[in-house]
Structure formats: C-alpha cells, structure tokens
C-alpha cells in the first residue's frame, strides 16, 4: 500500500493551496474543507486561523519536484 503524503495543491488552490492540499489528502470536498477554515477562523477570533493558514503553507511541500 502507497502511503499518502500532505502537499500543496497547484491544481485546486485559491491562495496557496493548503485547503485544496487538505482536501485532496484526505479526499474530500475543498469547499467544505475552506468552509471549515473559515469557520474556525471566525470562531478562533480571526488571527489564529489566519497564522496556522500562513504556517501551513509555509511547511506543506509543493509537488512539483524543484531541482
């Protein structure tokens, strides 16, 4: 069995690609995944969903092999 790895996705992104990445690992829909950001953003006072988005797209690696 191949193991699933977490990337950013360069085929379903809006920003970077974390939730279409998210959405894509665990096969699911990204609207639904963004919907979710968005909503822990609001209800987390905006600033924490905010950095961990930042956070994420700055530690999930891209897909597209740079050499």
């Known amino acids: 069995m191949m193991k699933k790895k977490l990337y950013l ?5 809006k920003i ?3 939730c279409g990445g998210i ?10 995944v963004r919907l979710g950001w ?3 953003t609001i209800f ?3 600033f924490p969903g905010i950095i961990a988005y930042v956070i994420a797209s700055w530690v999930m690696p ?3 092999q740079r050499y």
């Open 62 to 64: 891209s897909q597209i």
């Open 38 to 40: 968005v909503i822990l």
């Open 9 to 13: 996705s360069h085929v379903d992104k």
């Open 16 to 18: 970077s690609g974390v």
């Open 23 to 32: 959405a894509e690992y665990f096969d699911v829909d990204p609207t639904v």
């Open 44 to 46: 987390s006072a905006g």
